[in-house]
């Protein structure tokens, strides 16, 4: 049996990343309180080849879409982690350049950048005709065949990693993929929740041999190896000068002056992969259109010369304005306590509209925003740059100063006294 060429300095190293993100959770408070002890002991696990995941929590997100989301014990979070250092430079070289989930430097924000420089370039600057098609997986994630997803996994390692513990590596894979998280989960929404969500969507309607949790990191990873086989078929083949092509996750664009090469691609090449590889393209999310038409794309609707941010995320938004309205009106002091909360929420949607042609929007939202929350905010607005300001005798160190020099002057006075 190959040793695993691990060490305590790895493992603590990736403890430490870990704490980045999730330090604040009860979870990684308790590892860290006995980090030293934690560490030694997954090192042991990992070494023996006697660890298994903990249990994970699950939960439902409504936004953007409802979906089921897992969320590992913070010690299954370092052993990810320590995959994912190994790994992560070895899927950068394999990957395509369009391949935009999950990687650094990429993400959403880009990925709608190259589709929409794409456009450009295909339509001569928007003066030629082309057509832009967009498919996608259906239920991809919980669709997934295991078995399949770890041989073609663990052939990219045996191909790409150099390190002496190549099979220990392929084992740790194996260990996580087949793990059944839904089997030993703590339910941090209620069972109602669930309610509405499709059958096909959820772990809990698994066969065993189908589907990754959403949120655990080697499932991402996982996920974007299961389609580079095609991605590389779409980029290296004999017709690929002819269409511009790149995905987020299952979300797949071509862009090409051929209608006909689009749906050749769509039949004769996606449609066949996906049945080999025991997976399926969603028959109703299927969109091919003139560019003119414009696409939607990652949470932003591409147009000729302009992108605006996508209807969902500009409704919730609103959503959020709505929420801390009605709380501020049912509240008399509820503004003064949660204005940074208030404040960060919006500089989150405010920060990404800056990147999208939507200054008007931006007007308009603010003008929903009630005059409780003017009492202690106040919002900059050019076209360049949007923000929500906590006025100065509101900010924390401010408040924090005034109380204790409020406190220091009632004890100097009392010692006069």
């Known amino acids: 049996m190959q040793e695993a060429s691990i060490s305590y300095a790895e493992v603590y190293e990736c403890f430490r990343l870990c704490l980045i993100h999730k330090g604040n959770t009860i979870d990684a408070i308790r590892f860290e309180i006995n980090a030293e002890r934690e560490c030694h002991q997954l090192l042991v696990e990992l070494k023996n080849r006697t660890y298994h995941p903990s249990r994970s929590i699950v939960f439902i997100s409504d936004k953007p879409v409802k979906r089921e989301i897992f969320g590992a014990a913070f010690r299954d979070r370092v052993v990810d982690t320590v995959f994912a250092q190994r790994m992560t430079p070895l899927l950068e070289q394999q990957f395509i350049d369009d391949n935009y989930s999950t990687r650094v430097g990429k993400g959403t924000l880009y990925g709608l950048h190259r589709v929409e420089e794409m456009i450009r370039e295909r339509s001569e600057n928007y003066t030629a005709d082309c057509y832009v098609m967009k498919l996608d997986m259906q239920s991809y994630f919980m669709s997934l065949p295991k078995e399949r997803a770890y041989r073609k996994f663990a052939a990219l390692i045996r191909k790409l990693y150099r390190g002496p513990d190549v099979e ?205 929350w003017f009492k202690y905010v106040v919002v900059k607005l050019n076209y360049k740059k949007y923000k929500v300001c906590i006025r100065k005798a509101y900010k924390v160190n401010v408040r924090q100063k005034s109380r204790l020099d409020a406190e220091l002057d009632i004890l100097f006075k009392k010692k006069k006294k």
Not at 210 to 228: E, N, R, Y
Not at 312 to 338: S, V, W
């Open 168 to 372: 220990w590596m392929c084992w740790l894979l194996r260990v996580v993929i087949y793990d059944r998280p839904e089997m030993h989960c703590i339910r941090n929404s209620p069972k109602e929740a669930w309610d509405g969500l499709p059958p096909t969507k959820s772990l809990f309607n698994s066969d065993g041999h189908h589907g990754l949790p959403i949120g655990k990191v080697i499932s991402q990873m996982t996920a974007l190896v299961f389609m580079d086989d095609l991605d590389h078929l779409i980029t290296e083949s004999l017709w690929s000068n002819a269409v511009s092509y790149g995905h987020y996750m299952d979300d797949m664009v071509f862009v090409s002056r051929d209608l006909a090469l689009l749906e050749w691609i769509r039949d004769e090449i996606v449609d066949p992969w996906a049945e080999s590889n025991g997976v399926r393209r969603h028959p109703k999310k299927m969109y091919l259109q003139h560019y003119s038409k414009g696409l939607l794309f990652t949470g932003g609707m591409i147009m000729p010369g302009r992108t605006y941010i996508s209807r969902r995320t500009l409704a919730a938004c609103i959503d959020k304005i709505e929420r801390y309205n009605r709380l501020a009106r049912a509240d008399g002091d509820y503004a003064a306590r949660h204005v940074e909360e208030f404040a960060s929420v919006m500089n989150s949607y405010l920060g990404m509209m800056r990147h999208f042609a939507s200054f008007n929007q931006v007007c308009r939202l603010v003008k929903r925003i009630d005059s409780e």
